[in-house]
């Protein structure tokens, strides 16, 4: 499985970026398929999961404000109104096999892109 990141990039507050995971081997019918990101000196959190089902979850921090979907072998990340406090790294990652439960951003993931820059100021 491999997954490349793309989209990132310097926006001012309240704007809008959406990201693209390009996912090679992975089954989309079975498992899930999540965004983190890590901020510097900070904890790696996760923003949005989706599993084959089209279940999602996202924290407090990002709901109403970003949204994962995925068509084919794509995943997206859309995130608008921007903040300061979105400033970070942000991984696309995959676990094969897992659905989208209560306590999915804590579990473990198999597979990790390497990373898109997200700057907001």
């Known amino acids: 499985v491999q997954l490349v990141e793309s989209g990132g990039d310097s926006v001012q507050p309240g704007g809008s970026l959406r990201l693209s995971c390009v996912a090679s081997?992975?089954?989309?019918?079975?498992?899930?398929m999540a965004w983190f990101r890590q901020a510097l000196g900070r904890e790696r959190e996760g923003v949005a999961a989706?599993?084959?089902?089209?279940g999602t979850a996202y924290p407090h921090s990002v709901e109403g404000r970003f949204t994962i979907f995925r068509d084919k072998d794509i995943l997206y990340l859309q995130m608008n109104d921007l903040k300061s406090e979105d400033t970070a790294m942000y991984y696309c990652?995959?676990?094969?096999?897992?659905?989208?439960?209560?306590?999915?951003?804590?579990?473990?993931?198999?597979?990790w892109g390497q990373g898109t820059q997200v700057t907001v100021s």
């Open positions: 990652a995959a676990e094969p096999g897992a659905e989208v439960v209560a306590g999915i951003f804590e579990s473990p993931f198999t597979y």
């Open positions: 081997g992975f089954d989309f019918s079975r498992g899930v």
């Open positions: 989706i599993d084959s089902d089209g």
